[in-house]
C-alpha cells in the first residue's frame, strides 16, 4: 500500500500534495468550528486571523489539484499557487507561534484583545458600567484549553509549519523537475 501511495506522490507530487493540504486544512476548519460552536470556545481576534490561511488552503487547494493535471500552463499556475501556500503558512506558524507567546507571556500581545478596553469603553462611571455589562471581549493573552501543555495556538503553530514544509517542498521539488526537464 505504501508503494503504490509513492508512486501516485511521484506521478503527481502537486496533486497529491494539494489532496493532503485540503484534508489537512479541513481537518483544522472543522475542528475549530467544532470547538467553537459545539464546545464553546470562543476564539480571540488573533485566533480568527490565524484560520485565514487554512480556509484559502481549503479552496486553494483545488485549484492546484485541477492545475496539476494541465499539460499546458495550468501546471505552472498550480506550481505558483503552491508557493503561496507554502509562504503564507509560514507566515500563519509566525502568527501562532506569536500567539502562543503571549499566552504564555513572554511578550505583550495587542492591546485589542489582552483586556485593556477600558478607556474605549467610556461614558463616565455609569456609561462604563454599562459599557462593561455589554461588552465581551475575548482576551488572546489567555489559553481558553491546554491538551499536553499546548493551547490551540500551539498546536495551529506546529500544523501551520508542517503544511508550510509540504507546500514548500513540493514546490520545491516540482520546481526542480520542471527545470531539468525543460529543453536548453
Not at 498550480?78 to 511578550?107: D, P, R, S
Not at 500551539?154 to 516540482?174: D, H, K
Amino acid at each position: 500500500m505504501l508503494t503504490n501511495l509513492h508512486a501516485k506522490f511521484n506521478e503527481n507530487p502537486l496533486g497529491a500534495s494539494a489532496t493532503l493540504l485540503f484534508l489537512l486544512s479541513a481537518a483544522v476548519v472543522l475542528s475549530a468550528l467544532g470547538f467553537e460552536h459545539i464546545g464553546g470556545y470562543k476564539p480571540c481576534p488573533l485566533c480568527l486571523i490565524e484560520r485565514y490561511a487554512w480556509y484559502f488552503t481549503l479552496i486553494a487547494s483545488v485549484f492546484v489539484f485541477m492545475g496539476s493535471k494541465s499539460k499546458s500552463d495550468g501546471g505552472y499556475l498550480a506550481l505558483l499557487l503552491m508557493g503561496v501556500i507554502g509562504v503564507w503558512f509560514l507566515y500563519n506558524a509566525y502568527l501562532a507561534g506569536f500567539h502562543a507567546g503571549v499566552e504564555w507571556k513572554w511578550w505583550a500581545g495587542p492591546t485589542s484583545c489582552t483586556g485593556d478596553q477600558l478607556d474605549k469603553l467610556g461614558g463616565g462611571a455609569g456609561g462604563l458600567l454599562d459599557a462593561l455589562t455589554k461588552t465581551k471581549v475575548i482576551r488572546c493573552d489567555i489559553a481558553e484549553f491546554r491538551l499536553f501543555g499546548l493551547s490551540f495556538s500551539g498546536y495551529n503553530f506546529l500544523l501551520s509549519l508542517l503544511a508550510g514544509v509540504i507546500a514548500l517542498g513540493t514546490w520545491l521539488m516540482v520546481a526542480l523537475r520542471m527545470k531539468n526537464s525543460c529543453p536548453r
